[in-house]
C-alpha cells in the first residue's frame, strides 16, 4: 500500500490488481464506481502527495483530489458523459475499510465519507474551471472544442503547429491563470514525495510537559507576557521598549544583557530577541503606542507544553532576529535567504536518528543546501570560503538558539562509524556517475570523486570526523515531539510507537510490515498485546487477521512481521502450530522454507502442492493480475503448465484465487479451461497420498 515514486512497474502492478478487486466488490455490493476514475484517485496518492499511502485518506486528500487533481489530470471531452468521481472515492474508501486495507493511523470511514460529502458539489464546478486545468488538458480540451479529434495523432499535431503560429483562438486569461500556477509550484506533481521516517519513541505529554516546565526559555517567555499584562506598558514610536522599562525587564526575566552605558533597548540582543520571539508567538502584541499580553494566549501561557511547542513554532519566523544584519556596515550570510528552508531540513534530518549527528557532517549537508540554491561551483576560493564560514557562524547562532530552547542537546564524543565514508562499491556504475560531484566528495565515496583537490577535501573530511572528539548534536525529546507534529502537519508520516495499540490487528500488521524497522515493531508489537490483557487471545486476533486477508502477498507480509516482531522462539513455535491450520498452513509452510526451518524434504506431497499454490497465487497478485499476469506466467516457460496443473490440483483454501490462476493460465499458455479440469480430476485419480517424500 505504499511505493517509492521510482516503483513504477510495481505500483502499476498492485494499482492494477486492487482496481480489478474493487471493481468485483463493488459489483456485489452494488455500489457506484469508474475504473479509470479509481486509478487516477490512487495515482494522486502515489504521485503527488507527501507520504503516498494509499490506504490513508484525511479530509485534505479528498479536498485535494476532487477540487486540484482531477480537474488538473481528468479531461473530459466534449459530449462524453462525465465519470462519478466523488461516488468512486466513496466506494473506494469503502473497499480500503472492508478489505482491512485502510492506513488505522487515518480517519474513520464515516469521517472520510462526510469529506467527500463536503466537497462532492464542489467538484463540479472545479472541473469546468478552466484556471485549474493542467496544461495538456487545457490545450486539448481548446482543440476538441475547434472540432479536432485529439485520438488523432496527425491532427492534433496540425493544431498544434497552428498554434505555434498564432492561429488558433484560446482563452488567454485562463492560460496565464494556469502559467502562474506552474511558475508558483502549486500544481501538485510527483516532486511533493518526501523520505519516509523512521519510527520514534516517546514519553507521555506530562513528562514532555515537565521538561518544558524546566526550560528557560519557556520561563522568560511567560515572564514578559506577565510584565506585560493587559493594561500594556509603554514603547516607543517604533515599537520597542524605552530604557526604563527595559533595564526592569532585564532584571526581571535575568536575560543577562548589559545595560550600563546603553542608551537603545535595541543594543540589548537578548532582551530584543526573547520581545520578538514572544511577538511571533502570538503571546504579545504591540498596539496604540503599548506593549499588551495577548488574552487569547492564556491557555497556552497555562500549560507550559504548549508554551514550549508555541514557541519552537516562533523558531521558523526569528530570521531577522537571530541572522540579520545589524546596520547596513553588513551584509546576511547565504543561511539567510534560505533560513526556513534549511532549518526545516536540519531538524529532519536530526529527525529519528538512531545517533547523534557530528557538526562536520550536519555542516556539509547544509554546504550542499547552499550550492543548489546559489548555484556554486564545487570548488572552494578564498570567497567561496569566506560565505560559507559567515553561514556556519550563522547556523551555530541557530543551533544555540534551539539549545536554549531545548529542542537539541550538544556533547562532545566520537562520531559513530556510521557517518564516516559509505560504501557504494555495490551500488553501481550507473549510481555513481549520476551522482554530482560534491556529493560524491561529501560521502567520500571511493572512485567516485576523481579530482585530486576533491579527493584530499574528503580526506580532509574524514580526517576531521576521526582524529578526536568532535561536536554531537541531537534532538531531545521535545525537539522531537515539535518536529513530529510538523510533519504530520505537512502531511508526511512519521510514526510513534506506541500510537498503534488501540489500532486493529490487520491494520497493526500492515503498518509494521510497511513502515517499521524490527527493534520498532518489536515494540509496537509488545504493547498492542498488553493493551489487550490476554496474550493469548491477542494471538488469535493477529493470526484471524492473516487469515482473513484476501491479499496473498500481504498475508504473507503480515505474518512475516508478526513472526520477526515475536519474542525468539515464540515466531517458530507458533509457525509450526500454524502447518497444520488449513487456511493458514500455505503462508506458513512458505515461511518455514523461507527461514530455513523446514525443507522440502520434511513435507508432504500435500504440503508440496500447498506452497507451489501458494507461490504461483502470489506470483499473480505481485504481477497485477489480468494481462500482467498473464505475461509472468507466459514468461515462466512451458514448464510452468505443469506447476499450474499441480497447484489446482492442490488442496489449498483460496478457492477463488485458483480459478482465477486457471482462467488465466488458460489464456496465457493456450490451454482451454477444460483441459486444465481434466487433468486435475485425473490427478485426483492417481491415488497420490500425503505420505512424506523419501529419497
Not at 516562533?314 to 553588513?330: N, P
Not at 498503534?500 to 490487528?505: E, V
Request: hydrophobic share 45%; glycine share 8%; net charge negative.
Amino acid at each position: 500500500m505504499r511505493f517509492e515514486p521510482e516503483a513504477e512497474e510495481e505500483f502499476e502492478a498492485a494499482r492494477g490488481l486492487l482496481v480489478d478487486r474493487l471493481v468485483r466488490w463493488a459489483g456485489e455490493q452494488g455500489l457506484p464506481v469508474d475504473g479509470y476514475m479509481a486509478e487516477t484517485a490512487l495515482d494522486y496518492r502515489h504521485l503527488a502527495t507527501a507520504d503516498g499511502r494509499l490506504g490513508l485518506w484525511e479530509s485534505r486528500h479528498v479536498e485535494e483530489l476532487l477540487l486540484s487533481w482531477l480537474p488538473q489530470q481528468v479531461t473530459d471531452l466534449p459530449g462524453e458523459e462525465r465519470a462519478d468521481a466523488p461516488g468512486t472515492l466513496r466506494t473506494l474508501l469503502r473497499y480500503l475499510h472492508a478489505a482491512q486495507l485502510a492506513d488505522p493511523r487515518g480517519p474513520s470511514l464515516q469521517d472520510s465519507l462526510a469529506a467527500v460529502d463536503r466537497v462532492a458539489e464542489q467538484h463540479l464546478a472545479a472541473m469546468t474551471d478552466r484556471t485549474r486545468w493542467g496544461l495538456a488538458k487545457f490545450w486539448a480540451m481548446t482543440a476538441a472544442e475547434q472540432g479536432v479529434d485529439v485520438r488523432d495523432g496527425a491532427a492534433l499535431q496540425r493544431f498544434a503547429d497552428r498554434a505555434q503560429r498564432g492561429e488558433v483562438a484560446y482563452d488567454q486569461q485562463a492560460l496565464a491563470a494556469i502559467m502562474e500556477r506552474r511558475l508558483t509550484g502549486r500544481v501538485l506533481s510527483s516532486a511533493a514525495r518526501t523520505e519516509p521516517q523512521l519510527p520514534v519513541m516517546l514519553p507521555p505529554d506530562d513528562e514532555l510537559r515537565r521538561q518544558a516546565e524546566a526550560s528557560t526559555t519557556v520561563a522568560q517567555l511567560r515572564g514578559l507576557a506577565a510584565w506585560a499584562g493587559q493594561g500594556g506598558r509603554p514603547v516607543t514610536a517604533t515599537g520597542r521598549l524605552r530604557m526604563v522599562e527595559a533595564r526592569e525587564l532585564v532584571d526581571v526575566l535575568g536575560t543577562g544583557d548589559k545595560t550600563d552605558g546603553v542608551r537603545s533597548s535595541a543594543d540589548l540582543p537578548r532582551l530584543g530577541l526573547l520581545m520578538e520571539w514572544a511577538k511571533k508567538a502570538r503571546l504579545v502584541r504591540v498596539a496604540k503606542g503599548r506593549l499588551y499580553a495577548v488574552a487569547k494566549a492564556r491557555p497556552v501561557l497555562a500549560d507550559p507544553l504548549q508554551l514550549w511547542l508555541r514557541a519552537f513554532d516562533a523558531c521558523f519566523e526569528l530570521r531577522q532576529a537571530l541572522i540579520g544584519a545589524r546596520s547596513g556596515w553588513h551584509v546576511e550570510s547565504m543561511l539567510f535567504d534560505v533560513y526556513e528552508d534549511v532549518l526545516d531540513d536540519v531538524l529532519n534530518t536530526l529527525y529519528s536518528l538512531p545517533y547523534p549527528m557530528p557538526w562536520p557532517r550536519l555542516r556539509d549537508t547544509v554546504h550542499l543546501a547552499y550550492r543548489s540554491s546559489f548555484q556554486l561551483d564545487a570548488g572552494l576560493d578564498p570567497q567561496h570560503r569566506m560565505w560559507f564560514e559567515h553561514a556556519d557562524r550563522d547556523l551555530r547562532t541557530v543551533l544555540d538558539l534551539l539549545d536554549d530552547l531545548g529542542a537539541i542537546e550538544r556533547d562532545r564524543g566520537m562520531a559513530d562509524p556510521v557517518f564516516l565514508d559509505i560504501d557504494l562499491s555495490d551500488a553501481g556504475p550507473e549510481l555513481l556517475a549520476d551522482m554530482p560531484p560534491e556529493l560524491a566528495e561529501l560521502l567520500g565515496v571511493a572512485g567516485a570523486a576523481t579530482d585530486p583537490a576533491a579527493r584530499e577535501r574528503a580526506d580532509a573530511r574524514r580526517e576531521e570526523l576521526t582524529a578526536g572528539p568532535v561536536e554531537l548534536i541531537r534532538l531531545t525529546e521535545l525537539g522531537t515531539r515539535a518536529v513530529r507534529q510538523r510533519l504530520l502537519a505537512a502531511g508526511r508520516d512519521a510514526p510513534l510507537v506506541g500510537e498503534l495499540a488501540h489500532a486493529p490487528a490487520a491494520g497493526l500488521l500492515g503498518v509494521l510490515a510497511e513502515d517499521y524497522d524490527p527493534d520498532a515493531a518489536r515494540v509496537e508489537l509488545t504493547g498492542w498485546i498488553t493493551a489487550r490483557g490476554e496474550r493469548e487471545g491477542a494471538l488469535r486476533q493477529l493470526t484471524d487477521a492473516v487469515r482473513t486477508m484476501t491479499f496473498r502477498t500481504r498475508a504473507q507480509a503480515m505474518l512475516d512481521v508478526l513472526l520477526a516482531a515475536l519474542p525468539d522462539g515464540e515466531g517458530e513455535r507458533l509457525l509450526r502450530t500454524l502447518r497444520g491450520d488449513t487456511q493458514l498452513a500455505p503462508l506458513a509452510l512458505n515461511a518455514l522454507a523461507h527461514r530455513e526451518l523446514l525443507s522440502p524434504e520434511d513435507m508432504t506431497d500435500a504440503e508440496s502442492l500447498l506452497v507451489l499454490a501458494e507461490s504461483l497465487l502470489q506470483l499473480v497478485e505481485l504481477a497485477g493480475g489480468g494481462d500482467g499476469a498473464e505475461g509472468a506466467l507466459r514468461a515462466e516457460g512451458p514448464q510452468v503448465r505443469d506447476a499450474v496443473f499441480a497447484a489446482l490440483d492442490s488442496a489449498h483454501p483460496d478457492r477463488a484465487g485458483l480459478d482465477e490462476l486457471r482462467q488465466l493460465a488458460a489464456r496465457a499458455l493456450d490451454t482451454h479451461g477444460a483441459r486444465l479440469g481434466r487433468a486435475r480430476k485425473a490427478r485426483r485419480s492417481s491415488g497420490k497420498s500425503g505420505r512424506k517424500r523419501r529419497r
